[in-house]
């Protein structure tokens, strides 16, 4: 069984929360239908716009203070505020969305959240079967 920190890092780095090893994205912020390693079902996540809210919060809780301190120690012009701050907000959130959508993929799926309770109850009747059918 794999913990809960375990899964949200794998999910962070983009593998699979299952096994570690497959690709969790088929593009940038689509989450593949299955592990091409261990086959683990990805279809029933349901990650949505969370993901986005929380790159909002922590960009946000990184950014707006790092601009008053700036502004409050040098008082650049405008214009310089928002050639350093707009490129250094919209590639964090960029850098950031990804993983984080892993990360929520990957908590879910620990969890048994949505979909993937039906999962957890199929592994837990026959694992043996299970784990066959995903050796193969």
Not at 107 to 134: C, D, N, Y
Request: aromatic share 10%.
């Amino acid at each position: 069984m794999v913990s809960l920190p375990k899964a949200m890092l794998r999910g962070f780095t983009m593998k699979c929360p299952n096994c570690g090893r497959g690709h969790l994205f088929g593009r940038f912020l689509k989450v593949a239908d299955h592990c091409e390693v261990c086959s683990e079902d990805f279809t029933p996540q349901r990650a949505d716009d969370f993901p986005a809210y929380l790159v909002i919060v922590v960009v946000g809780h990184v950014v707006v203070p790092a601009l008053l301190w700036m502004e409050m120690t040098y008082a650049p012009p405008a214009w310089l505020q928002l050639a350093i701050w707009l490129p250094v907000t919209l590639f964090s959130a960029l850098a950031l969305l990804q993983p984080t959508k892993g990360a929520i993929v990957g908590l879910q799926w620990q969890l048994g959240m949505e979909g993937f309770a039906a999962t957890r109850r199929a592994v837990a009747r026959a694992p043996s079967a299970v784990g066959r059918t995903r050796q193969a």
